[in-house]
């Protein structure tokens, strides 16, 4: 069974910092590239930031570049995400993502059921 946990979310200051954790289970985690996702209420969800399978390469979102740093730990089937300098508009719920493309036409997806990030004073 396809498992992908998150965790770290809350309520923190303008300025503050969070960690948020996606733990995986059920399928090789090593071969995926893994995602961040947000959703604020009222907005489409958009992408916070991706890192590929080894972890070599990542890329950001422009809203979060500089602030945002998003590794993986493959031994842990964990993908992290540090969100530094956060803002009352970084509210939203963080969603992971795990994506395998078999071809360009098919791939396999899957999402976490999100954790709350609330930045508020």
């Known amino acids: 069974q396809v498992q992908l946990v998150e965790s770290g979310g809350g309520l923190v200051q303008p300025g503050g910092s969070l960690r948020l954790s996606c733990a995986a289970s059920g399928f090789t985690f090593s071969n995926y590239a893994m995602s961040w996702y947000r959703q604020a209420p009222g907005k489409e969800r958009e992408l916070v930031a991706t890192v590929s399978s080894i972890g070599g390469n990542t890329n950001y979102g422009d809203s979060v570049k500089g602030r945002f740093t998003i590794s993986r730990d493959n031994a842990k089937n964990t993908v992290y995400l540090q969100m530094n300098s956060l803002k009352p508009e970084d509210t939203a719920v963080y969603y992971c993502?795990?994506?395998?493309?078999?071809?360009?036409?098919?791939?396999?997806?899957?999402w976490g059921q999100g954790t709350q990030v609330t930045v508020s004073s």
């Open positions: 993502n795990a994506v395998f493309r078999y071809s360009s036409e098919k791939a396999s997806v899957y």
